[in-house]
């Protein structure tokens, strides 16, 4: 009963204090964008989860939108943000990126990602590191080094698929194994098998409820995080003595080696591989399953890409890979590429923290709030993209890089922070499509939709039936 009590009247001080801060703020010199902090402590966290658990790819958003324009206020997971729709102020968020805004991320995601994750980084640091990071995924390296490794690593999982499989997963294991070959050279083994299989639980960890001491996965996330970190670390400190005795292999972790004269401790190399993995595997395997299952309910599209990787092939031997010329001849592919990113929106939106109190568009924000720019409203917008929620490939052919002002489609984020895989995910995609479309035909299993909370993806990781097609024997 006591309890009770005490939780009802702390409930109703913080209900006060909520409603009194958001008043003081709105009425003075410092406006605060219109919206409503919802309920004590929870504020609007459960209408926020229960729209993404609806197949409406933005109703949160959509609603507040109409009801108090662009760029509104709320509370959720703890604390009052600021969210954005526009992209203006999304842009202008991602620019001034530790000027006006710093990364922010809760502390159940920081400790899965160690405190050396490139993603945490800030200041200097995080501008050397994320130009080394650049020049390992720039399109010569990928021309030169790994567009034939990722084609090999592609082909080498295709044949073993079975006339059944789920695409998501699939997806995941070549873009687990493209990464270890990027950043360890390591090739598939049944050592990098079993760090996937752990690694798989931490990124699980990243998608819970940030409630550490009551979820069972987070805490197995926390365990196995520490068996990948152990692994890792062996392969540093072997790859370190190799270093030493002059043996140096051009791979991100050969960088990382000889960066800042071989500084970098164990640790800080262990978490900056750990963040390149996380950063690249969701992502790019989430792109793969939505690019197939876009193309899927859009025959024409199919078709037409069919045709492009057709033509490309009729060019070469069954057997040859595909080099950087083929690559650069698949303007179609290029087309459906950007329309997933637009449609499907693998990145919501980015999270940031104001460093001082920031005004935009009238409005006052104050220093420490949370601020979240959502990519996803602005690519849905009708005011930017006709038909907006509909997937048009074709729409990006008439589409020049004048006739679309840059902000308004950035899945890849922008400023300081842009993602350095930018390429490397477009090439991986456009190598995957190339060899699913000339090797296969393939047909929905089940019906499976699309869900956006905690991040988006299908939810029965597409489950495809397929038939190999006769040509591509040897492909
Ligand atoms: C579909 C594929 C991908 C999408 C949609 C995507 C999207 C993004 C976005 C929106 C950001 C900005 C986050 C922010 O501003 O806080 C980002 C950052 C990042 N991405 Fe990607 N990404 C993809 C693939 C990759 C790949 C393949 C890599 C591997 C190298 C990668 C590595 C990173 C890293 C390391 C960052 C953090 C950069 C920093 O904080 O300085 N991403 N990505």
């Known amino acids: 009963m006591e309890i009770t009590a005490t939780a009802l009247s702390l409930i109703t001080a913080a209900a006060v204090i909520m409603i009194f801060s958001f008043r003081r703020l709105s009425r003075g010199r410092r406006r605060l964008p219109p919206g409503n902090l919802g309920l004590p402590f929870i ?7 229960a729209a993404y658990k609806t197949d409406n790819p933005e109703p949160f958003i959509d609603e507040r939108v109409g009801r108090y ?26 620019l001034n990126e530790g000027k006006l805004f710093d990364c922010s991320y809760p502390g159940s995601i920081s400790n899965l990602l160690g405190r050396h994750s490139l993603l945490l980084m800030k200041g200097s640091l995080h501008k050397k590191m994320h130009s080394l990071v650049m020049s390992f995924a720039n399109s010569a390296i990928i021309r030169d080094h790994l567009l034939l490794d990722i084609d090999r690593l592609v082909r080498l999982n295709m044949k073993s698929w079975s006339d059944r499989i789920l695409l ?9 194994e493209l990464t270890m070959k990027q950043l360890l050279s390591l090739d ?55 270093h030493e005795e002059g043996e140096k292999k051009s791979d991100m972790l050969g960088a990382l080696l000889s960066s800042e004269e071989g500084a970098f401790s164990d640790e800080q190399i262990v978490d900056f591989l750990v963040s390149l ?10 792109l793969m399953t939505l690019a197939v299952k876009f193309l899927t309910e859009t025959p024409a599209a199919l078709a037409q890409l069919k045709e492009e990787h057709e033509a490309i092939r009729a060019k070469k031997s069954s057997a040859d890979a595909l080099e950087w010329s083929d690559y650069k001849s698949m303007p ?38 949370k601020v979240f720019a959502s990519l996803r409203a602005v690519h849905l917008d009708q005011h930017h993209f006709e038909d907006a929620r509909a997937f048009n490939p074709w729409r990006w052919q008439k589409k020049s890089g004048a006739a679309m002002p840059g902000n308004v489609f950035t899945p890849f984020g922008g400023g300081p922070r842009l993602c350095p895989g930018y390429e490397l995910a477009r090439v991986s995609l456009s190598v995957f499509l190339h060899r699913m479309v000339t090797n296969f035909s393939w047909g ?23 038939q190999r097609r006769q040509s591509s024997e040897s492909n």
């Not at 504020?43 to 989860?49: F, V």
């Not at 993995?277 to 989430?286: I, K, N, P, Q, R």
């Open 444 to 466: 929905t299993a089940e019906d499976d939709k699309l869900v956006f909370f905690p991040t988006t993806r299908t939810q029965k990781r597409y489950p495809i039936v397929l």
């Open 43 to 49: 504020g609007e966290t459960l209408q926020l989860i």
């Open 332 to 369: 179609f592919t290029q087309c459906v590429i950007n329309e997933t990113l637009r449609v499907g929106n693998i990145i919501g939106g980015i999270f940031r923290r104001t460093m001082e109190d920031v005004n935009v568009k009238g409005y006052t924000i104050p220093k420490g709030w």
């Open 277 to 286: 993995l996380v950063a690249g595997y969701e992502t790019t395997s989430t």
């Open 168 to 176: 998501m997963e699939e997806a995941k294991k070549i873009t687990f």
């Open 188 to 242: 598939p083994c049944e050592w990098t098998e079993g760090l996937r299989k752990e690694y798989v639980l931490v990124i699980e960890g990243f998608f819970t409820l940030p409630f550490p001491i009551f979820s069972t996965t987070y805490r197995r996330a926390i365990q196995a995080r520490t068996k990948v970190a152990d692994a890792l670390g062996l392969v540093v400190r072997q790859r370190r003595k190799e």
């Open 69 to 94: 324009g662009s760029i509104f206020t709320t509370h959720v997971f703890g604390e009052p943000t600021v969210f954005s729709a526009d992209p203006e102020v999304n842009r202008f968020m991602l």
